[in-house]
């Protein structure tokens, strides 16, 4: 809405001034001249017939015809209202009157003559003709009131097919003539020059009223006003207040006609550019302007009637029929509340008081009208004392007041109140929104209009405490509607772009919200349709695919750790279960090149989420270790391939068993998953359960009775693996704890024929031996297992690479399986095993580096080494000298006081036959020497030197170079170390 028709609406409409009755008289001639009425009722003489023969006419016909009018009505312009004209009997008007079957006596008329300009004009299709002959007519004296009559009743049928070049023309006539002749002359020298324009362009409005639907009306009177708030405001005042008293009329008439809510949304929708004005002046006018029209609305008893009786409005039917607009022009003038201007504050808090005034005489009958705006004004007078306590009753009234649609346009009003420059404005909308959040609340289908625009002001909220308080908003609505708000803040992105986190950081302000948030989205991950069901172009928008990525993201976001712990048990259910069910959708890319630490470079696929959530989950809840005992192993990409997935899941459970991760929560989901209807619950139940048989934690989830009837009920399912797996769970020690006698003196006897030097396949033997102790568990082998340990230490050295390789990995198996009796031996022979496999990092086997690197740190893990997480960080993606030499330290710092134990064993490998080994004892050694050659020289026995002496002194004459030159580089400090050590 423009400027002067705001200030129009301010007009007061009970002035009687001598203006007003002018106007008055003014709109009384309209009406005798009939222009109120319908479109072709202007030219009653004129039939339908008639008016088609106009348009068949040619712009050669039309244009001697309007010439000749123009001419009769220029030179009788001086003849009184209503006049005969005289016209020749073979004038162009003449010809076209008989050629129409009409009276010639009335082409004699100055009304009739007018109305044909107009309607020729109407069916003319030459736009340039039209622009030529509006001009000619504009042309002609404004000076008396029947002449002004009949060119603005030409002008209203011409703009009823050329509106623009109809505006076009009134607006040039404006800026040119009337405009020059006012700044020239003055408004003095011409006292007709008001009426120049004001009855042009009034008529103009009344004409377009009668005929074009009132929504492309009232644009025009925008543009009118504007127009001569540019030409007047300046040197003709006068005129420019008379102008906006005959526009106030226009709008008093649409009000009059059609005094209904609808009709007030309309004439408010065009306030909004004035109402978000960064002029104080613009916002004060206006809301002044509109406490006026709604006052004046609210007191007349038609509207009381027509609002209690019609139920007009586009929500008929629906709570008052009110539109919901009404809620987005009570937004507007609330967020004024706190402007600078103390006028502009009073009228905006009497506008909204006006507007839920409307609302009640919609919605109430006429006694409870009277009780409810009798409420209203007494809760306005109490909150004028305080401004919390106005805001707390504003946000009560709207919550009474308005309808569900309304409350939310209200709502997404005030959202946009939230990025405002002014930190007033800022603070007023943060508060208004936090007290409906949190007092009446919204409704749930509230939660997805709301939540989705407030996502769209987040980024462009200025002020920080103003963020704290959506994010706090948040909160409160998940807080009151969580399923709604999940499924929301679902949508509104893709996981992997992150921009939602903010919102799900908010969810999790509360504890208790945030486990119901993470159920929420456990139980969305189970949505898994039939591959039947999904389409490959869809298959990223399956509300499992969002919630699976959403976990991934929320194991990475601190707020969760604590949450994520909770549903541990869940989600690691829901992620392998998820896995086995992208298998089924064919959704599995090839893995071959992809690299760990690139995961940030782009977007996830579904498949490779999935498989990085998994090892998430134990990452970030302090399980590390059980990712360590996966990842060193490669277990991961077991994962990978439908025909090893069950072997990647046993693996995994079998690491849950021996770092104690959760295994009885687990256990209680596993075993629910085996009542699934879904096959995939049970591969993946089944799997976990028959590891879990290992546990001490497996009856005090469930009686052995229970496990065997869930076992024995697996035999006869129709997947072949829960048949298997099932077997084997039924025939476990656990199941059996007889077959531990059985199982200890096989072990023994296949220790026999394991130690024997003639022994030929040592690695089936000890694939066997390792087969036993897996089954044996809990139980463990006893002391044979100290004697197996000390052998396959000695293995370590065997010239076969499979060998050393089975063997380094054997050890592994058996010092984890020892009981606690024998926990103190096992330590010892760890001790001794660390710097072998150390040194057998270089080995040139890379089987052989890989199950090195596992058994350091399991080694590491049993002797309870300090930096042991960053030590297998460094065993798993470290590269080059660096990481070699933070191993060297994290090994030679947690084990105080034992530097000469490591240097002993490191002399050794000097006379290995495998050159990398060799050199890395001395890179081993040396680095001893050089950083912890004091401690050397305190804690070495006068024994050891000797030893020291012979592994040291055929370097001397080395064939290899690089042997030669280390004895060189040293030499000094082994002599320095004997004069030392005492």
Known sequence: MSAPLSELLRLNSSGGTALQEEMQELERDLLDVGLQAEPRSCCAALSEEQAKQIRLMTASEQSP??????????????????????????????NLMKFLYLDPQRAKEKVFLFSLYGLVLRECVDTALVKRYLTRLLDLSHQCAPQREGIALAMGLASTSHLEVVWATLEHLGRTRFLRSALRDGQESDPDLRWKWVSSTSLLCYGQMAMHAKEKILPWVDNIASRMVYYFSSSSRTLYKETLCALHLLLRTFLSEDMGVNEV????????PWLRSDRSHERQRVVQCIFRLLQYVVDSLKFAVSALHSGLGEDSGQEGAMPSAL??????????????????????????????????????????????????????????RDWEVKLYSAVKAFERDLTVAQHTQLVLTLLPGLCSHSRLSCDLASKLLLLMFEG???????????????????PHIPLPHVQQDAMRAVTVLGTQHPQETVEVVLSLCHPSERRTLPLWKALATNHQLACKVITLLYMKLKLRPPRGLTRPSSQTQLISLLALGTIYELLYTQEYRQTIHWAFAGILLGLLTQLHYLFELGVVEDVADYQEDILDSKPLSPFRTCLEAVKGLFWTTSYWEVFAYIQLLQGWALLERPDTYGEGVSLLARAMVQYDCEVKAVLGQAVISLKSMEERDNVVAILLLTEFLNSAEVFQQASRKKMDTLLNLGLGHCNQLVRAMSLKGLSSTTMHPKKVFLLRNR?????????????????????????ILHRLGLQGAGSASIKLAQHLLSLFEDEREEVRSGAIFLFGDVIDSGSRKFRQAFKTLAFQAVVPLLLHMADPCPTVVTKSKSTLLRCALLLKWEFRKELFGKL??????????????????????????????ALVYLKSPHRPLKLAAMKFIGALLQDY????????????????????EPLEQDPDAAC??????????????SRSVT
């Open 933 to 952: 050659f004091p401690e050397l020289c305190f804690y070495l026995r006068k024994g050891d030197l000797p030893v020291i002496k012979r592994y040291l």
């Open 876 to 905: 798993a993606w470290g590269r080059g000298p660096g990481a070699e030499n933070d191993i060297f330290v994290y090994m030679v710092e947690s084990n105080f006081g034992k530097y000469p134990q490591f240097l002993l064993q």
């Open 65 to 94: 015809v309007l010439e000749a009018i123009c001419h009769c009505l220029d030179e009788h312009s001086k003849l009184a209202g209503g006049g005969q004209l005289l016209t020749s009997e073979d004038s162009p008007i003449q």
């Open 964 to 977: 030669r030159r280390f004895y060189r580089n040293f030499v000094e400090d082994i002599t320095e170390l």
């Open 440 to 458: 009446p609340g919204l409704k749930p289908e509230q939660v997805a209009e709301v939540l989705q625009s407030l996502f769209q002001q987040l």
């Open 747 to 771: 072990l023994a006897g296949l220790l026999d024929s394991f130690l024997r030097p003639d022994t030929k396949d040592l690695l089936g033997l000890m694939g066997i031996l390792g087969d």
């Open 265 to 272: 949304c309309f004439l408010l929708q065009h306030t909004e």
């Open 327 to 384: 809620g987005h022009h009570v937004g507007l003038l609330t967020l004024l509340w706190c402007d600078k201007e103390e006028t502009t504050r009073k009228y905006s808090q009497q506008c909204v008081t006006l507007l839920l005034q409307l609302t009640v005489l919609q919605r109430a009958g006429r006694m409870a009208v009277s009780m409810r705006l009798s409420k209203l004004k007494q809760s306005e007078i109490r909150a004028s």
